[in-house]
């Protein structure tokens, strides 16, 4: 089975929920929130998670870096898409098709790296 590896900055309410749910979902997304965005590159998670989480109270001023694998055969009906430079790739998972990408994620989501800002 191919997996894989995938990028989420989060912050500490987003990190709350993945430790409830036992290191193996993602929550669900918010009415406002209608895409799920894992990034390929953990230098690009690092820096949304260093120069945006970190700057945001919603985000409770931190930002967690995680890492995922999922089923390639899932992704393979996503494109990737590059919004900004060449290093900065993700997936566009609508917020509805969530649950199918928490069911193809093999293994636990793990914590590489945490940020804090004020």
């Known amino acids: 089975e191919q997996t ?3 990028y989420r ?3 500490q309410a987003q990190m709350d929920l993945v430790r409830t749910s ?3 979902e993602f929550p669900p997304r918010l009415p406002e929130q209608p895409i799920f ?4 590159a953990e230098e690009y998670a690092t820096q949304i998670a260093r120069d945006w ?3 945001d109270e919603r985000s409770g001023f931190v930002g967690y870096v995680l890492r995922f694998q999922v089923r390639t055969e ?5 494109d990737v898409h590059i919004v900004g430079s ?3 790739r993700e997936y566009w998972i609508s917020a509805g098709s969530l649950q199918k990408l928490n069911a193809n994620i093999v293994g636990e989501i793990e914590i590489v790296s945490e940020s804090r800002g004020l």
């Not at 899932?74 to 996503?78: C, G, K």
Request: aromatic share 16%; charged share 10%.
């Open 9 to 11: 900055p989060v912050g």
């Open 74 to 78: 899932f992704l393979n009906q996503y």
């Open 22 to 24: 036992g290191f193996r």
């Open 4 to 6: 894989t590896t995938l």
């Open 53 to 55: 989480n970190t700057k």
């Open 37 to 40: 965005y894992p990034v390929l």
């Open 86 to 88: 060449s290093g900065h």
